[in-house]
């Protein structure tokens, strides 16, 4: 590896948790576990969403969207670091760095405007119902999404490029699960004022901006549901929003309480593990989150887990059927 200023770094080194070698198969298991939990929870919504007609409307296709975008954003991370453990390497190379930390961005700024545009969708589903299938029509439904990936992939772009003008010097080891950005800044030698001012602005209108949209999309809609006259109608508005509301909670509050635990701690690893929250957990509690509470998508996978029981028992029998002719 050679190191030094204006030299090329060839890789970093992933510290991940722990330095102790005991602890290493439960953190490995432990990951596994919530890596496949996440997965498999994710991937039921988007068949659950893709098999049930009753389920293609606006909000349930940015839910399956957003279910494949979970899947990506804990896969850029949780699959590098289980090789790690698994190969007892704690080794990145520079690329597939710089590579992980563009994905990661990539998703979790795309995590962010998939949750605005649910919360508009909600918005016109309250407080407009009967422009609701005009306004959110299919054409426009496919431009939100349009817009958001262009947005996140641009964002991505400028931070990965921002980073190659980065020269690193002595200190190449990471103190993280994977290639963070603010940490992989802390590492270099070179002037960093320029990445630190863009991640600032950036902030500010690619999380505050969205924030400031869901918070304004959920103040009408508090309008709408007290000016209706049924308490039936009340529930019912506000109980599909409650989903949602929990799902943004999460997001924000626990990507801030990352940052400002980084902030006010110099400990080692904290900042790792204050990431699991958001990288790990919240993806992983998503699905349940609107399965338990969502009564739509409960029957949408009971009927797609029957449908896939009697697929699975019909071919079962035919097997059967040609081993006794055989």
């Known amino acids: 590896m050679e190191q030094g200023n204006g030299t090329q770094i060839l890789e970093f080194l992933l510290l991940g948790f722990s330095d102790e070698p005991e602890r290493q198969p439960l953190i490995f298991g432990l990951f596994l576990s919530m890596y496949l ?16 007609s009753h389920l293609h409307t606006p909000m349930y296709f940015f839910l399956s969207n957003l279910s494949l975008v979970d899947i990506c954003f804990t896969s850029t991370t949780i699959p590098k670091m289980l090789v790690n453990i698994q190969t007892q390497s704690q080794v990145i190379t520079y ?17 962010d405007f998939l949750l605005t545009v649910m919360a508009y969708d909600r918005f016109v589903a309250i407080c407009h119902p009967l422009h609701y299938t005009v306004i959110m029509n299919l054409r426009f439904c496919g431009l939100l999404l349009l817009v958001s990936w262009i947005m996140s992939v641009l964002y991505s772009l400028l931070q990965s490029l921002m980073m190659l003008r980065l020269s690193f010097c002595t200190v190449l080891k990471i103190p993280h699960f994977f290639c963070e950005i603010n940490e992989m800044i802390q590492l270099a030698c070179s002037d960093t004022f320029l990445n630190n001012l863009v991640i600032y602005l950036s902030a500010v209108l690619l999380a505050g901006v969205p924030f400031a949209g869901i918070l304004y999309s959920y103040s009408k809609i508090v309008s709408c549901i007290r000016g209706m006259s049924s308490a039936q109608g ?36 904290s900042g790792a593990v204050a990431s699991v929250t958001y990288a790990v957990v919240t993806p992983m509690l998503n699905p349940f989150i609107y399965s338990l509470r969502n009564k739509d998508i409960k029957g949408a996978l009971k009927r797609f887990c029957g449908m896939a029981a009697r697929k699975g028992t019909t071919v079962l029998g035919l097997k059967n059927f040609l081993c006794l002719e055989g």
């Open 37 to 52: 939990i996440t997965i498999f929870g994710n991937l039921l919504i988007i068949l659950a969403v893709s098999s049930d």
């Open 95 to 111: 690329k597939c760095c710089i590579t992980q930390m563009c994905f990661f961005i990539l998703f979790g700024a795309l995590d």
């Open 234 to 269: 009340k529930y019912k508005a506000f109980s599909t929003c409650v989903s949602h509301l929990s799902i943004v909670f999460l997001f924000y509050c626990t990507g801030v309480g990352v940052y400002l635990s980084s902030a006010a701690t110099q400990i080692s690893h």
